[in-house]
């Protein structure tokens, strides 16, 4: 009766898809070859700075393309053909491509400077506006104080030309524009918040929307405007159906990628799954100013004690690594298309109880009789919970030592932390940018999100020097020393390398990704 019922309900699910999609059939290219995706949820917003849920970006980085991308490690040119920096390293010329958007409107120097200026209008309410503070004068504009005959350092010289003037060198500047909020959007979205999905809609990448039914389904076609490097996808059909379902589909060889497969059915499909690097570190922060979390070897004990295949395999499955540093991997390093993590090599090692307990000795504690209780901070949401529990329970098989589990809100979260009011903490970062930086400016002294009070005037010194070095080699030693000494000194303990996982079929290759772990299907070919 069992496999009656699911043999009934894959010939439902395939009746569905074929259903769906057979309307939507379209004249293409001879060489054109159609591709199906399943995305775990249906997009709500198409604008880059309002974009939340991994389906809207998804998609946006397929319709949409900025003045340079992330191409394999490398920065590429995307819109701009090149660029020129100054000697001086504050002015950055950028020179367009003859490009189009989707509907045949040339895209101009303008269309760059007036959507990021819309990122500065105080109304707009998005935390993108810090990514652009390092442009002269912006953080003025945004608050209505820029002095009389004073501009933002971002200006259309021409219809082919953008100029922009930042306030000091930023040597991950190009980096920077990689974030979805620089890519450009057209004139006639300009006075709209949160634009949504209507027919008409102007992309300038790859493709363009076809059809969308939210929650149904959606199509995506080549934008015949588009002039960058192509595979032979002439189509995308998109699904947003439960996970499980695409599953499902993937099987019967109806979808060619499935988003976020469930972790339970991994098994059956391990020949196909992909993990892709999402520029993101799971970590503790130590208070390092609340005994005895001021003494480093107690701290270290504590990271000792963490086994962190354990921790990974119980809480997250397939959607994380055990970290070996503070920096993922998909961080470039000096070297063209090399790899920060991979240069920098494993700085954490494997779990050793009884190193951990002999540390706990050295830092004063020689009986469980005199160990405090600690606690661990952690927003009450169900993946962060249990793995707070685990971290808890292998510290007292190894150490001995009694912690307690604090389940509390976001906002309760950030009062404590803010304050102090912790001994450990978990918490995540996931990168804005392909760049360690990113990173290292969480641990600066007066940074608002060193939550661990970690103060070492020696890196902070190393930070603002790397920040305005342009000499990449220099730069990634100093980034190197900056990890080495965080996790000599230890205000947090790296325990997982985000990842996300997708499920593609062996007659797909030439995808490539974002730094957030996006599928790009422009270079993309099928069998």
Partial sequence: MKNKNQKL???????LFVTIFTPLKLTMA???????????????????LYAMIDAEKILLANLHEGLVVWDQGVIAPGMAA????????????????????????????????????????????????????????????REGKLPRGEEVGVKALDQRVLQVVL?????????????????????????????????????????????????????????????GERGNIAEIKVTFLQAKTGNTLFSAGMVDLVEDPPFSMFGEYTDWLVQVPTMGTGFLYLN???????????RKALSLAINRDILVAKTLGYAGVPSTGLIPHGMADSKSGSDFRQVGGDLIGLADGKKS????????????????????????????????????EMWEINLGLKTKVKAVSYDQFLELATTGR???????????????????????????????????????????FAERSMDSIN?????????????????????????????????????????????????????
């Fill in 422 to 464: 912790f001994y450990t903490a978990r918490q995540g970062w996931t990168g804005d940018y392909p760049d360690p930086m990113t990173f290292f400016r969480l641990f600066q002294s007066q940074a608002p999100e060193n939550f661990s009070a970690y103060q070492n005037s020696e890196y902070d010194y190393w930070l603002s």
């Fill in 82 to 141: 090149k660029w020129y920096i100054s000697a001086d390293a504050k002015t950055y010329t950028f020179h367009l491509k003859d490009a189009y958007w989707s509907n045949g409107d040339r895209i101009t120097a303008q269309d760059f400077e007036l959507s990021w200026k819309r990122i500065l209008d105080a109304e707009m309410e998005t935390a993108a506006s810090t990514l652009l503070a390092v442009i002269k004068n912006a953080q003025l504009y």
């Fill in 288 to 298: 390092t100013q609340r005994p005895p979390l001021n003494n480093v070897l107690f």
């Fill in 475 to 527: 730069r990634y030693e100093i980034y190197h020393l900056m990890e080495e000494r965080l996790l000599s000194d230890l205000p947090v303990i790296p325990l997982y390398f985000s990842v996300k996982p997708y499920l593609v079929s062996g007659k797909l290759t030439g995808l490539t990704y974002t730094p957030q772990g996006y599928p790009l299907f422009k270079k993309a070919r099928k069998e």
């Fill in 167 to 227: 306030e000091e060198p930023c040597s991950y500047f190009l980096n920077l524009l990689t974030f979805p909020a620089f890519l450009p959007i057209h004139g006639k979205y300009l006075q709209e918040k949160n634009m949504n999905y209507a027919p008409g809609y102007c992309s300038n990448g790859p493709f363009r929307i076809k059809e969308l039914e939210t929650g149904n389904y959606g199509l995506l076609t080549a934008n015949e405007h588009y002039r």
């Fill in 30 to 48: 001879e060489a054109g070859k159609s591709v199906a995706i399943n995305l775990a949820a249906s997009p709500l917003s198409f604008d880059p």
């Fill in 357 to 392: 307990l002999e540390l706990l000795y050295q830092a004063g504690y020689p009986n469980e009789d005199g160990y405090p209780e600690l606690d661990i901070l952690v927003v009450d949401s169900l993946v962060p919970l249990e793995m707070a529990k685990t971290i808890a």
């Fill in 9 to 15: 309900m894959l010939a439902l699910i395939l009746l």
